[in-house]
């Protein structure tokens, strides 16, 4: 096949978890030729799920593009994720692809995820067909999933097609614009006449459709006003435009597993959907703002990154889209993002894990790159005499974190090696050294996505880990003035130690910091050994009197001291300040002060009280409430303590429809009793150490 980028369609495959967007894959690889046998997620011979981790779960773990000659086009499918905790991959196939393609499951109806990703399609005005799957499944109900699909999703949703028959008796497909019915058996299509009790739902389901199409279009409104008869090559063309437009979403059916509809949803994407050529980019422009723009064949080329995969053996591989121009093997482009020169070796075509050798890409095509050194993801690769930069993905901040302890000694090099290379491959996981808490972190964007990250860590690099709560980045202060002598004297037979200072203590506003102030007059300490003190005190204010957590939110005042002539030395000034500090804290009525986190909870109208409740019993203080829509947003600060599975919680409250963002907002005093708790914790932690 020739290629051009109008024959092109590139097409993300959504749905919430357990839809069967693999198995769809699957029966397309299957109807395209691509394989000979049809693959099963269930039976683990997926042609699509190759990854270890996939096949365990039996689910979409990693994005993988599958290029699909079907007919005269080239249909790039993008299999994407169904689990909101690896929707990183799903925002990078829907940032590439022209159109998507939504299932629905036939007796699952519309779920949390599916909502979700309607309106983050919606926000993006990609065009789009609706797939209602699994109609040979026990409780299957196509009518009742229309109905819902039109209550909760778009009135704009129109069947092209209904099943013949459905569960046990599903057995086929009954086109709606011509009028034929095709029974499925041993493989191939037969065409029969439609039964008669489908005639009348036929009929009504076609003049809806025809009214649709025929609105958006003022040719096809005139022909269809003066009651002329619209052929089924007008009304698909309608259809395409009014897809384009957004002003129409048509609904397909079958069942992937039994490859019943397969072939029609691969007619439905290459008539229906947009290519390419009506594609558009957004370019970043030096001052930030973003012009969009048509995808340029005749501009010379530059490509988007949208997905790194880190392989231990091959290196890194990066999956791009050609956005300009033709791109070729064996020449230097731009990596603007980074202001690096990249040579481009070998190119080839993805084909989920392997890939096909090819000379050149040309615009609007998917291709696979391996070695390049620099690229991560949303970087643009470009020719110097055309410097472009497309606007990055928009990745949601990981939330879920969990602290990992290597099981073998001497792999904490290893491991933050490895953790750095699976980062580069996911945007939305992060991995820190946390040197206050002395703990190597890993967040994700949920418990599932971090289990599958460590199994990825122990397969691929060989490092194994435990895993832990992180600790909590206490604080201590001061809450009342103190005066203190802090007073170092040592004999030991030849010269001698001695160092004597007074400070005082007193508490500074909440993120005051530290402040020393040197008021000494008249020489009673040598300005020589001030700073001494003042390296004691710091240095002991690490530690704090507590529970060993550093002190905060003080001013230490050196007011008066003495000196030996010969006895005395910076290291004997340096006890006594560490010495006074360590007094005078103790003194002052020290309080625990912990991480005040202030969070923003989006949740469905119907949980709001669940929610606030939930809250409250973390000890959450509720700001306010403010309307989105269908959605209610809770702002509050509340203990970071409290909130380390915030996003499981949430989840088992919401049914998985609320969502959250954090940040650090201030520290503030634990309560006693708590705190009591957290220093009788810390003291037995030392005990056992």
Not at 502 to 526: C, M, Q, T
């Amino acid at each position: 096949m020739k290629l051009d980028t109008g024959i092109l369609r590139n097409v993300v495959l959504l749905s919430h978890g357990g839809v069967g967007k693999t198995s769809v894959t699957d029966a397309m690889l299957f109807d395209a030729k691509l394989v000979d046998r049809l693959g099963s997620v269930d039976a683990g011979n997926s042609n699509v799920d190759s990854e270890p981790e996939e096949v365990k779960r039996k689910t979409t773990i990693m994005l993988k593009v599958f290029p699909i000659p079907w007919k005269d086009c080239k249909i790039n499918i993008i299999d994407t994720p169904g689990y909101s905790d690896f929707i990183g991959d799903v925002l990078s196939g829907i940032k590439v692809a022209e159109s998507a393609v939504l299932l629905v499951c036939a007796s699952s109806g519309v779920q949390v995820n599916t909502e979700i990703l309607w309106n983050i399609l919606e926000e993006q005005n990609k065009p789009r067909i609706i797939f209602i799957n699994r109609l040979d499944r026990e409780g299957a109900n196509f009518l009742k999933v229309y109905t819902e699909l039109r209550e909760k999703l778009s009135s704009k949703i129109f069947p092209l097609q209904i099943p013949l028959g459905e569960q046990m008796g599903f057995s086929g497909i009954i086109n709606i614009l011509d009028r034929k019915a095709y029974r499925f058996t041993n493989g191939t299509y037969q065409e029969i006449d439609i039964p008669a009790e489908y005639e009348s739902q036929v009929e009504e389901l076609r003049e809806h459709l025809i009214e649709a199409v025929v609105e958006n279009d003022d040719e096809l409104l005139q022909k269809y006003l003066e009651g002329e008869t619209l052929t089924g090559e007008e009304i698909i063309r309608g259809m395409k435009s009014a897809v384009k437009e957004g002003k129409a979403f048509p609904l397909l059916c079958g069942s992937a597993v039994k490859n019943i509809g397969i072939h029609q949803l691969l007619d439905g994407i290459k008539e229906l959907l947009p290519s390419p050529e009506d594609g558009k980019v957004e370019i970043l422009n030096d001052d930030g703002s973003v012009t969009i723009s048509n995808l340029d064949p005749s501009k010379p080329a530059s490509a988007f990154i949208f997905k790194i995969t880190a392989d231990p053996f091959v290196g890194k591989l990066a999956l791009f889209k050609v956005n300009s121009g033709i791109l070729k093997s064996d020449v230097t482009l731009v990596n603007i993002t980074k202001d690096v020169e990249e040579r481009i070796g070998h190119l080839a075509f993805p084909k989920g894990k392997t890939q096909e050798p090819v000379g050149e890409i040309i615009t609007g095509d998917i291709g696979v790159i391996a070695k390049l050194q620099s690229v991560g993801t949303s970087d643009t690769l470009c020719d110097k005499s055309y410097m472009v930069k497309y606007t990055p993905i928009e990745f949601p901040q990981p939330q879920y974190s969990v602290a990992v302890i290597p099981k073998s000694k001497g792999d904490e090099e290893k491991l933050g090696n490895a953790l750095s290379r699976l980062q580069e491959e996911d945007p939305t996981f992060v991995s820190y050294y946390n040197a206050e808490t002395h703990q190597t972190i890993v967040s994700g964007l949920g418990d599932l996505h971090v289990e599958v990250i460590l199994e990825r860590l122990k397969r691929k690099f060989g490092v194994e880990v435990e895993t832990d709560l992180p600790k909590i980045p206490y604080r201590e202060t001061v809450t009342t003035k103190v005066k203190v002598q802090g007073r170092y004297k040592r004999q030991t037979g030849g010269r001698g130690q001695y160092g004597d200072c007074w400070i005082e203590i007193e508490p500074l506003p909440r993120g005051g910091g530290y402040e020393f102030v040197d008021k000494i007059f008249g020489g009673a300490i040598p300005k020589n050994y001030i700073p001494s003190v003042e390296k004691g005190i710091k240095e002991a204010m690490e530690e704090g009197v507590l529970a060993g957590y550093p002190l905060v939110d003080v001013r230490v005042s050196l007011v008066d001291g003495s000196y030996h002539p010969v006895d005395s030395s910076d290291m004997a000034f340096k006890i006594a300040g560490s010495m006074a500090l360590k007094k005078g804290a103790a003194e002052a009525n020290p309080v625990l002060l912990e991480p005040i986190m202030y969070i923003e909870v989006t949740v469905p109208e119907e949980f709001m009280g669940d929610c606030i409740a939930d809250l409250n019993s973390k000890r959450a203080r509720i700001l306010g409430m403010e309307p989105q829509g269908k959605y209610q947003i809770i702002k509050a600060h509340v203990p970071m303590a409290e909130i380390l599975r915030y996003s499981i919680d949430l989840k088992s409250i919401t049914q998985g429809r609320g969502r959250y963002k954090v940040e650090f907002s201030h520290y503030d005093v634990v309560p006693s009793k708590i705190a009591e708790e957290i220093i009788a914790a810390n003291k037995k932690e030392k005990e056992e150490a």
